[in-house]
């Protein structure tokens, strides 16, 4: 059987990404289908991100679904840096007069599948084979399978936001785009656990058994991560294994007030910094993580995608509205620049608190005496605020 329809936005992946533009497009009047290769299920139980800069919390307040964000997420006005076993506050308030909002993206992305599910938009879960065509031309088209049926939906555009192993970037013809690409000899072991934070701030902690975070998601939520090598699996790390290394990376007060208990999930990711150029070909856009990934040290993955979505939804909008090519034209150029600065800025604090296996003791006393002069200056200070609590979108335009 041979199922067609038309919409004016195929989005392909129900990620943050897509569903933001999804819900942004509505608002607009204008029509969106999404296509998701997950179970619903699948999609609303992932765990990532936790960190929201504040152009993010913004863009979830206009897309109309941040009710339960600013009832439950955390206002944080600073974080801590451990550098071998001593404190360094960074008061992200005081020194950029902004704060980050923690709040897992496993909630954002509920509440956005809720909102679109209360507006009866039309996603198709589990679409398999999904394939994108005829971008190049005037009228693009998606074809899928779903619930037996092979399906087609003719469009205006195609909305990439398929993650980075998606059908979308992988479609596009050898010799149209390049890739920057830099894995790195490590990953994070992450764990999530139904126990109070082990502090009120999150903690960064960098000192000679290597990395530490301890993160949140709530007052009875705690999010640890440490880093391990890329070689390891996640089957070789016990519960009692992880709390014994996190807490020898941290230091008396944190060990101390850690309260340990049963993770509810364990899983390592790779860290990878990735950029694709463009992002547009024709009438196909990617958007978050189909483009681009940074290791996750920075806390700007998340953020990246909604800032893309933020300026792809504008493109649409001018477009339909106002019969305006201009933020369409735009988009990859504006969307690379703020990439750039975040990768960049992840590459650098990933360098800064990691070890890698091939430094030797030089490099780790370079990276100690960067610690020193940027923990003990006030530029250095700010340097890590503004970039940490997002730098603005506009910023650098004026020349
Ligand atoms: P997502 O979230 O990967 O969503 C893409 C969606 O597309 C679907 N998909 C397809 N659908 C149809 N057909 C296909 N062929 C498809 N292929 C894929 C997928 O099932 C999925 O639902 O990308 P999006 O929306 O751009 O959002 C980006 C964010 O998820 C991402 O930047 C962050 O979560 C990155 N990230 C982290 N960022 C942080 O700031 N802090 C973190 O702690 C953090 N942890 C993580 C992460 C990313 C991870 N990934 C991608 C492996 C931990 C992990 C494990
Ligand atoms: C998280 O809570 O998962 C988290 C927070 C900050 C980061 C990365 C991950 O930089």
């Not at 913004?58 to 974080?79: I, P, Q, S, T």
């Not at 949140?216 to 890329?230: G, K």
């Not at 060990?255 to 990711?269: H, Q, W």
């Not at 360098?351 to 430094?359: I, Q």
């Amino acid at each position: 059987m041979n199922v067609s329809h038309r919409t004016q936005v195929a989005i392909i992946g129900a990620g943050p990404s897509g569903l933001l533009l999804g819900q942004l497009l509505h608002r607009s009047g204008i029509d969106a289908v999404i296509l998701e290769r997950q179970t619903a299920e699948h999609v609303g139980n992932r765990i990532r991100a936790g960190v929201l800069e504040q152009v993010t919390t913004e863009l979830v307040n206009e897309a109309g679904v941040g009710a339960r964000m600013c009832r439950d997420g955390l206002v944080h006005d600073g974080f801590e840096l451990l550098i071998d076993g001593v404190r360094h506050r960074i008061d992200l308030k005081g020194l950029t007069g902004r704060s980050v909002m923690v709040y897992g993206q496993t909630e954002l992305t509920r509440d956005l599948m809720q909102a679109r599910q209360a507006a009866a938009l039309s996603t198709y879960y589990e679409a398999g084979e999904v394939a994108v065509h005829g971008y190049d031309g005037a009228r693009p088209w998606v074809t899928f399978k779903h619930g037996g049926a092979e399906q087609r939906i003719d469009c205006d555009f195609i909305a990439g936001c398929d993650g980075f192993h998606g059908a979308c970037r992988a479609s596009l013809p050898a010799g149209s785009f390049q890739e920057f690409e830099r894995v790195y000899p490590f990953g994070w072991l992450g764990v999530m656990s139904d126990t109070p934070p082990v502090n009120d701030e999150l903690i960064y902690a960098s000192g000679p058994r290597g990395f530490a975070l301890c993160s949140m998601r709530s007052h009875v939520r705690s999010r640890y991560y440490v880093q391990v090598p890329s070689t390891d699996k996640v089957s070789q790390w016990s519960d009692e294994a992880f709390w014994d290394e996190l807490r020898l990376r941290l230091d008396d007060k944190a060990r101390a007030t850690l309260v340990t208990g049963p993770s509810i999930e364990k899983s390592i990711a790779p860290l990878r910094s990735f950029v694709l150029e463009p992002l547009r070909f024709g009438r196909l856009f990617l958007a978050g993580d189909a483009g681009h990934i940074v290791p996750p040290a920075g806390a700007k993955g998340l953020n990246l995608a909604a800032t893309d979505v933020k300026l792809l939804a504008e493109a649409f909008i001018g477009h339909y509205r106002e019969r305006s090519n201009a933020g369409i034209d735009h988009y990859s150029a504006r969307c690379l620049r703020r990439i750039w600065r975040a990768e960049r800025f992840s590459w650098w604090f990933t360098r800064l608190l990691h070890r890698f296996p091939d430094d030797g003791p030089i490099i780790e006393r370079f990276n100690r005496a960067e610690l020193d002069y940027l923990l003990h200056s006030q530029s250095g200070l700010r340097t890590i605020a503004e970039n940490y609590v997002g730098l603005p979108l506009d910023f650098g335009d004026q020349g």
